[in-house]
């Protein structure tokens, strides 16, 4: 099974920047899926961002579009979410995950049903 382990969460103002990375490991299939999801207290996880390893194609929830990047650096088999523009709405727990071997549209890649391995989550919270 992938192994996804996700890091660079913390404390930033309104405004400020955070860049969460995603190791990917155990990858077995030529296609895959990595997503990014938050999930704040008492609210329903919601889909973020994702990106394909073919020809990184890239997705944004229309709440994070314009702030937040997603990226791949294949060399370190890992993902970031660069995070620009911080809001209070944006605190929530923030996990990566991966689908392997399957094709998937957006905005179908934003939903965590089609997800199959899943990282422990980093805190980001964004307050003064």
């Known amino acids: 099974q992938v192994q996804l382990v996700e890091s660079g969460g913390g404390l930033v103002q309104p405004g400020g920047s955070l860049r969460l990375s995603c190791a990917v490991s155990?990858?077995?299939?030529?296609?895959?899926?990595i997503g990014w999801f938050r999930q704040a207290p008492g609210k329903e996880r919601e889909g973020v961002s994702s990106?394909?390893?073919?020809?990184?194609?890239?997705y944004y929830a229309p709440s994070v579009k314009g702030r937040f990047t997603i990226s791949r650096d294949d060399a370190n088999d890992t993902v970031y979410l660069q995070m620009d523009s911080l809001k209070p709405e944006d605190t929530a727990v923030y996990y990566c995950?991966?689908?392997?071997?399957?094709?998937?549209?957006?905005?179908?890649?934003?939903?965590?049903?089609?997800?199959?391995?899943w990282g422990q989550g980093t805190q980001v919270t964004v307050s003064s």
């Open positions: 155990r990858i077995t299939y030529d296609y895959y899926i």
């Open positions: 990106i394909t390893n073919s020809h990184g194609s890239a």
């Open positions: 995950a991966a689908v392997q071997g399957v094709y998937y549209r957006d905005p179908s890649r934003l939903e965590s049903r089609i997800y199959d391995s």
